[in-house]
Nanobody, 114 residues
Framework: QVQLVESGGGLVHPGGSLRLSCAAS????????MAWYRQAPGKEREFLAA???????HLIEPVKGRFTISRDNAKNTVYLQMDSLAPEDTAVYYC????????WGQGTQVTVSS
């Protein structure tokens, strides 16, 4: 059974940074394309960033230059480094496969506020 556990969220001031982690189990992680998604209050969950099993990655335009996605196959973990955070980045952040075929984890809350 696939399990995804996100961590690293918190409260940060505008312009601050956070590094999110997602530990995966019950899957062939190194062969899986992984992604980060987020759901802001009152909005639908949206795709943010993906990293393929090859290491190639993609970010949506609003976070390019601010966010970085990476993975450590030895640790079955995918990361999201978030810099220059803004209030509109406030959301619950989730990881999943790309496409999101696994069950959703609990997510990690990111709040950007002064």
């Amino acid at each position: 059974q696939v399990q995804l556990v996100e961590s690293g969220g918190g409260l940060v001031h505008p312009g601050g940074s956070l590094r999110l982690s997602c530990a995966a189990s019950g899957m062939d992680f190194s062969a899986s394309n992984m992604a980060w998604y987020r759901q802001a209050p009152g909005k639908e969950r949206e795709f943010l960033a993906a990293i393929l099993s090859s290491g190639a990655w993609h970010l949506i335009e609003p976070v390019k230059g601010r966010f970085t996605i990476s993975r450590d196959n030895a640790k079955n973990t995918v990361y999201l480094q978030m810099d220059s955070l803004a209030p509109e980045d406030t959301a619950v952040y989730y990881c999943n496969r790309l496409p999101p075929t696994a069950g959703w984890g609990q997510g990690t809350q990111v709040t950007v506020s002064s």
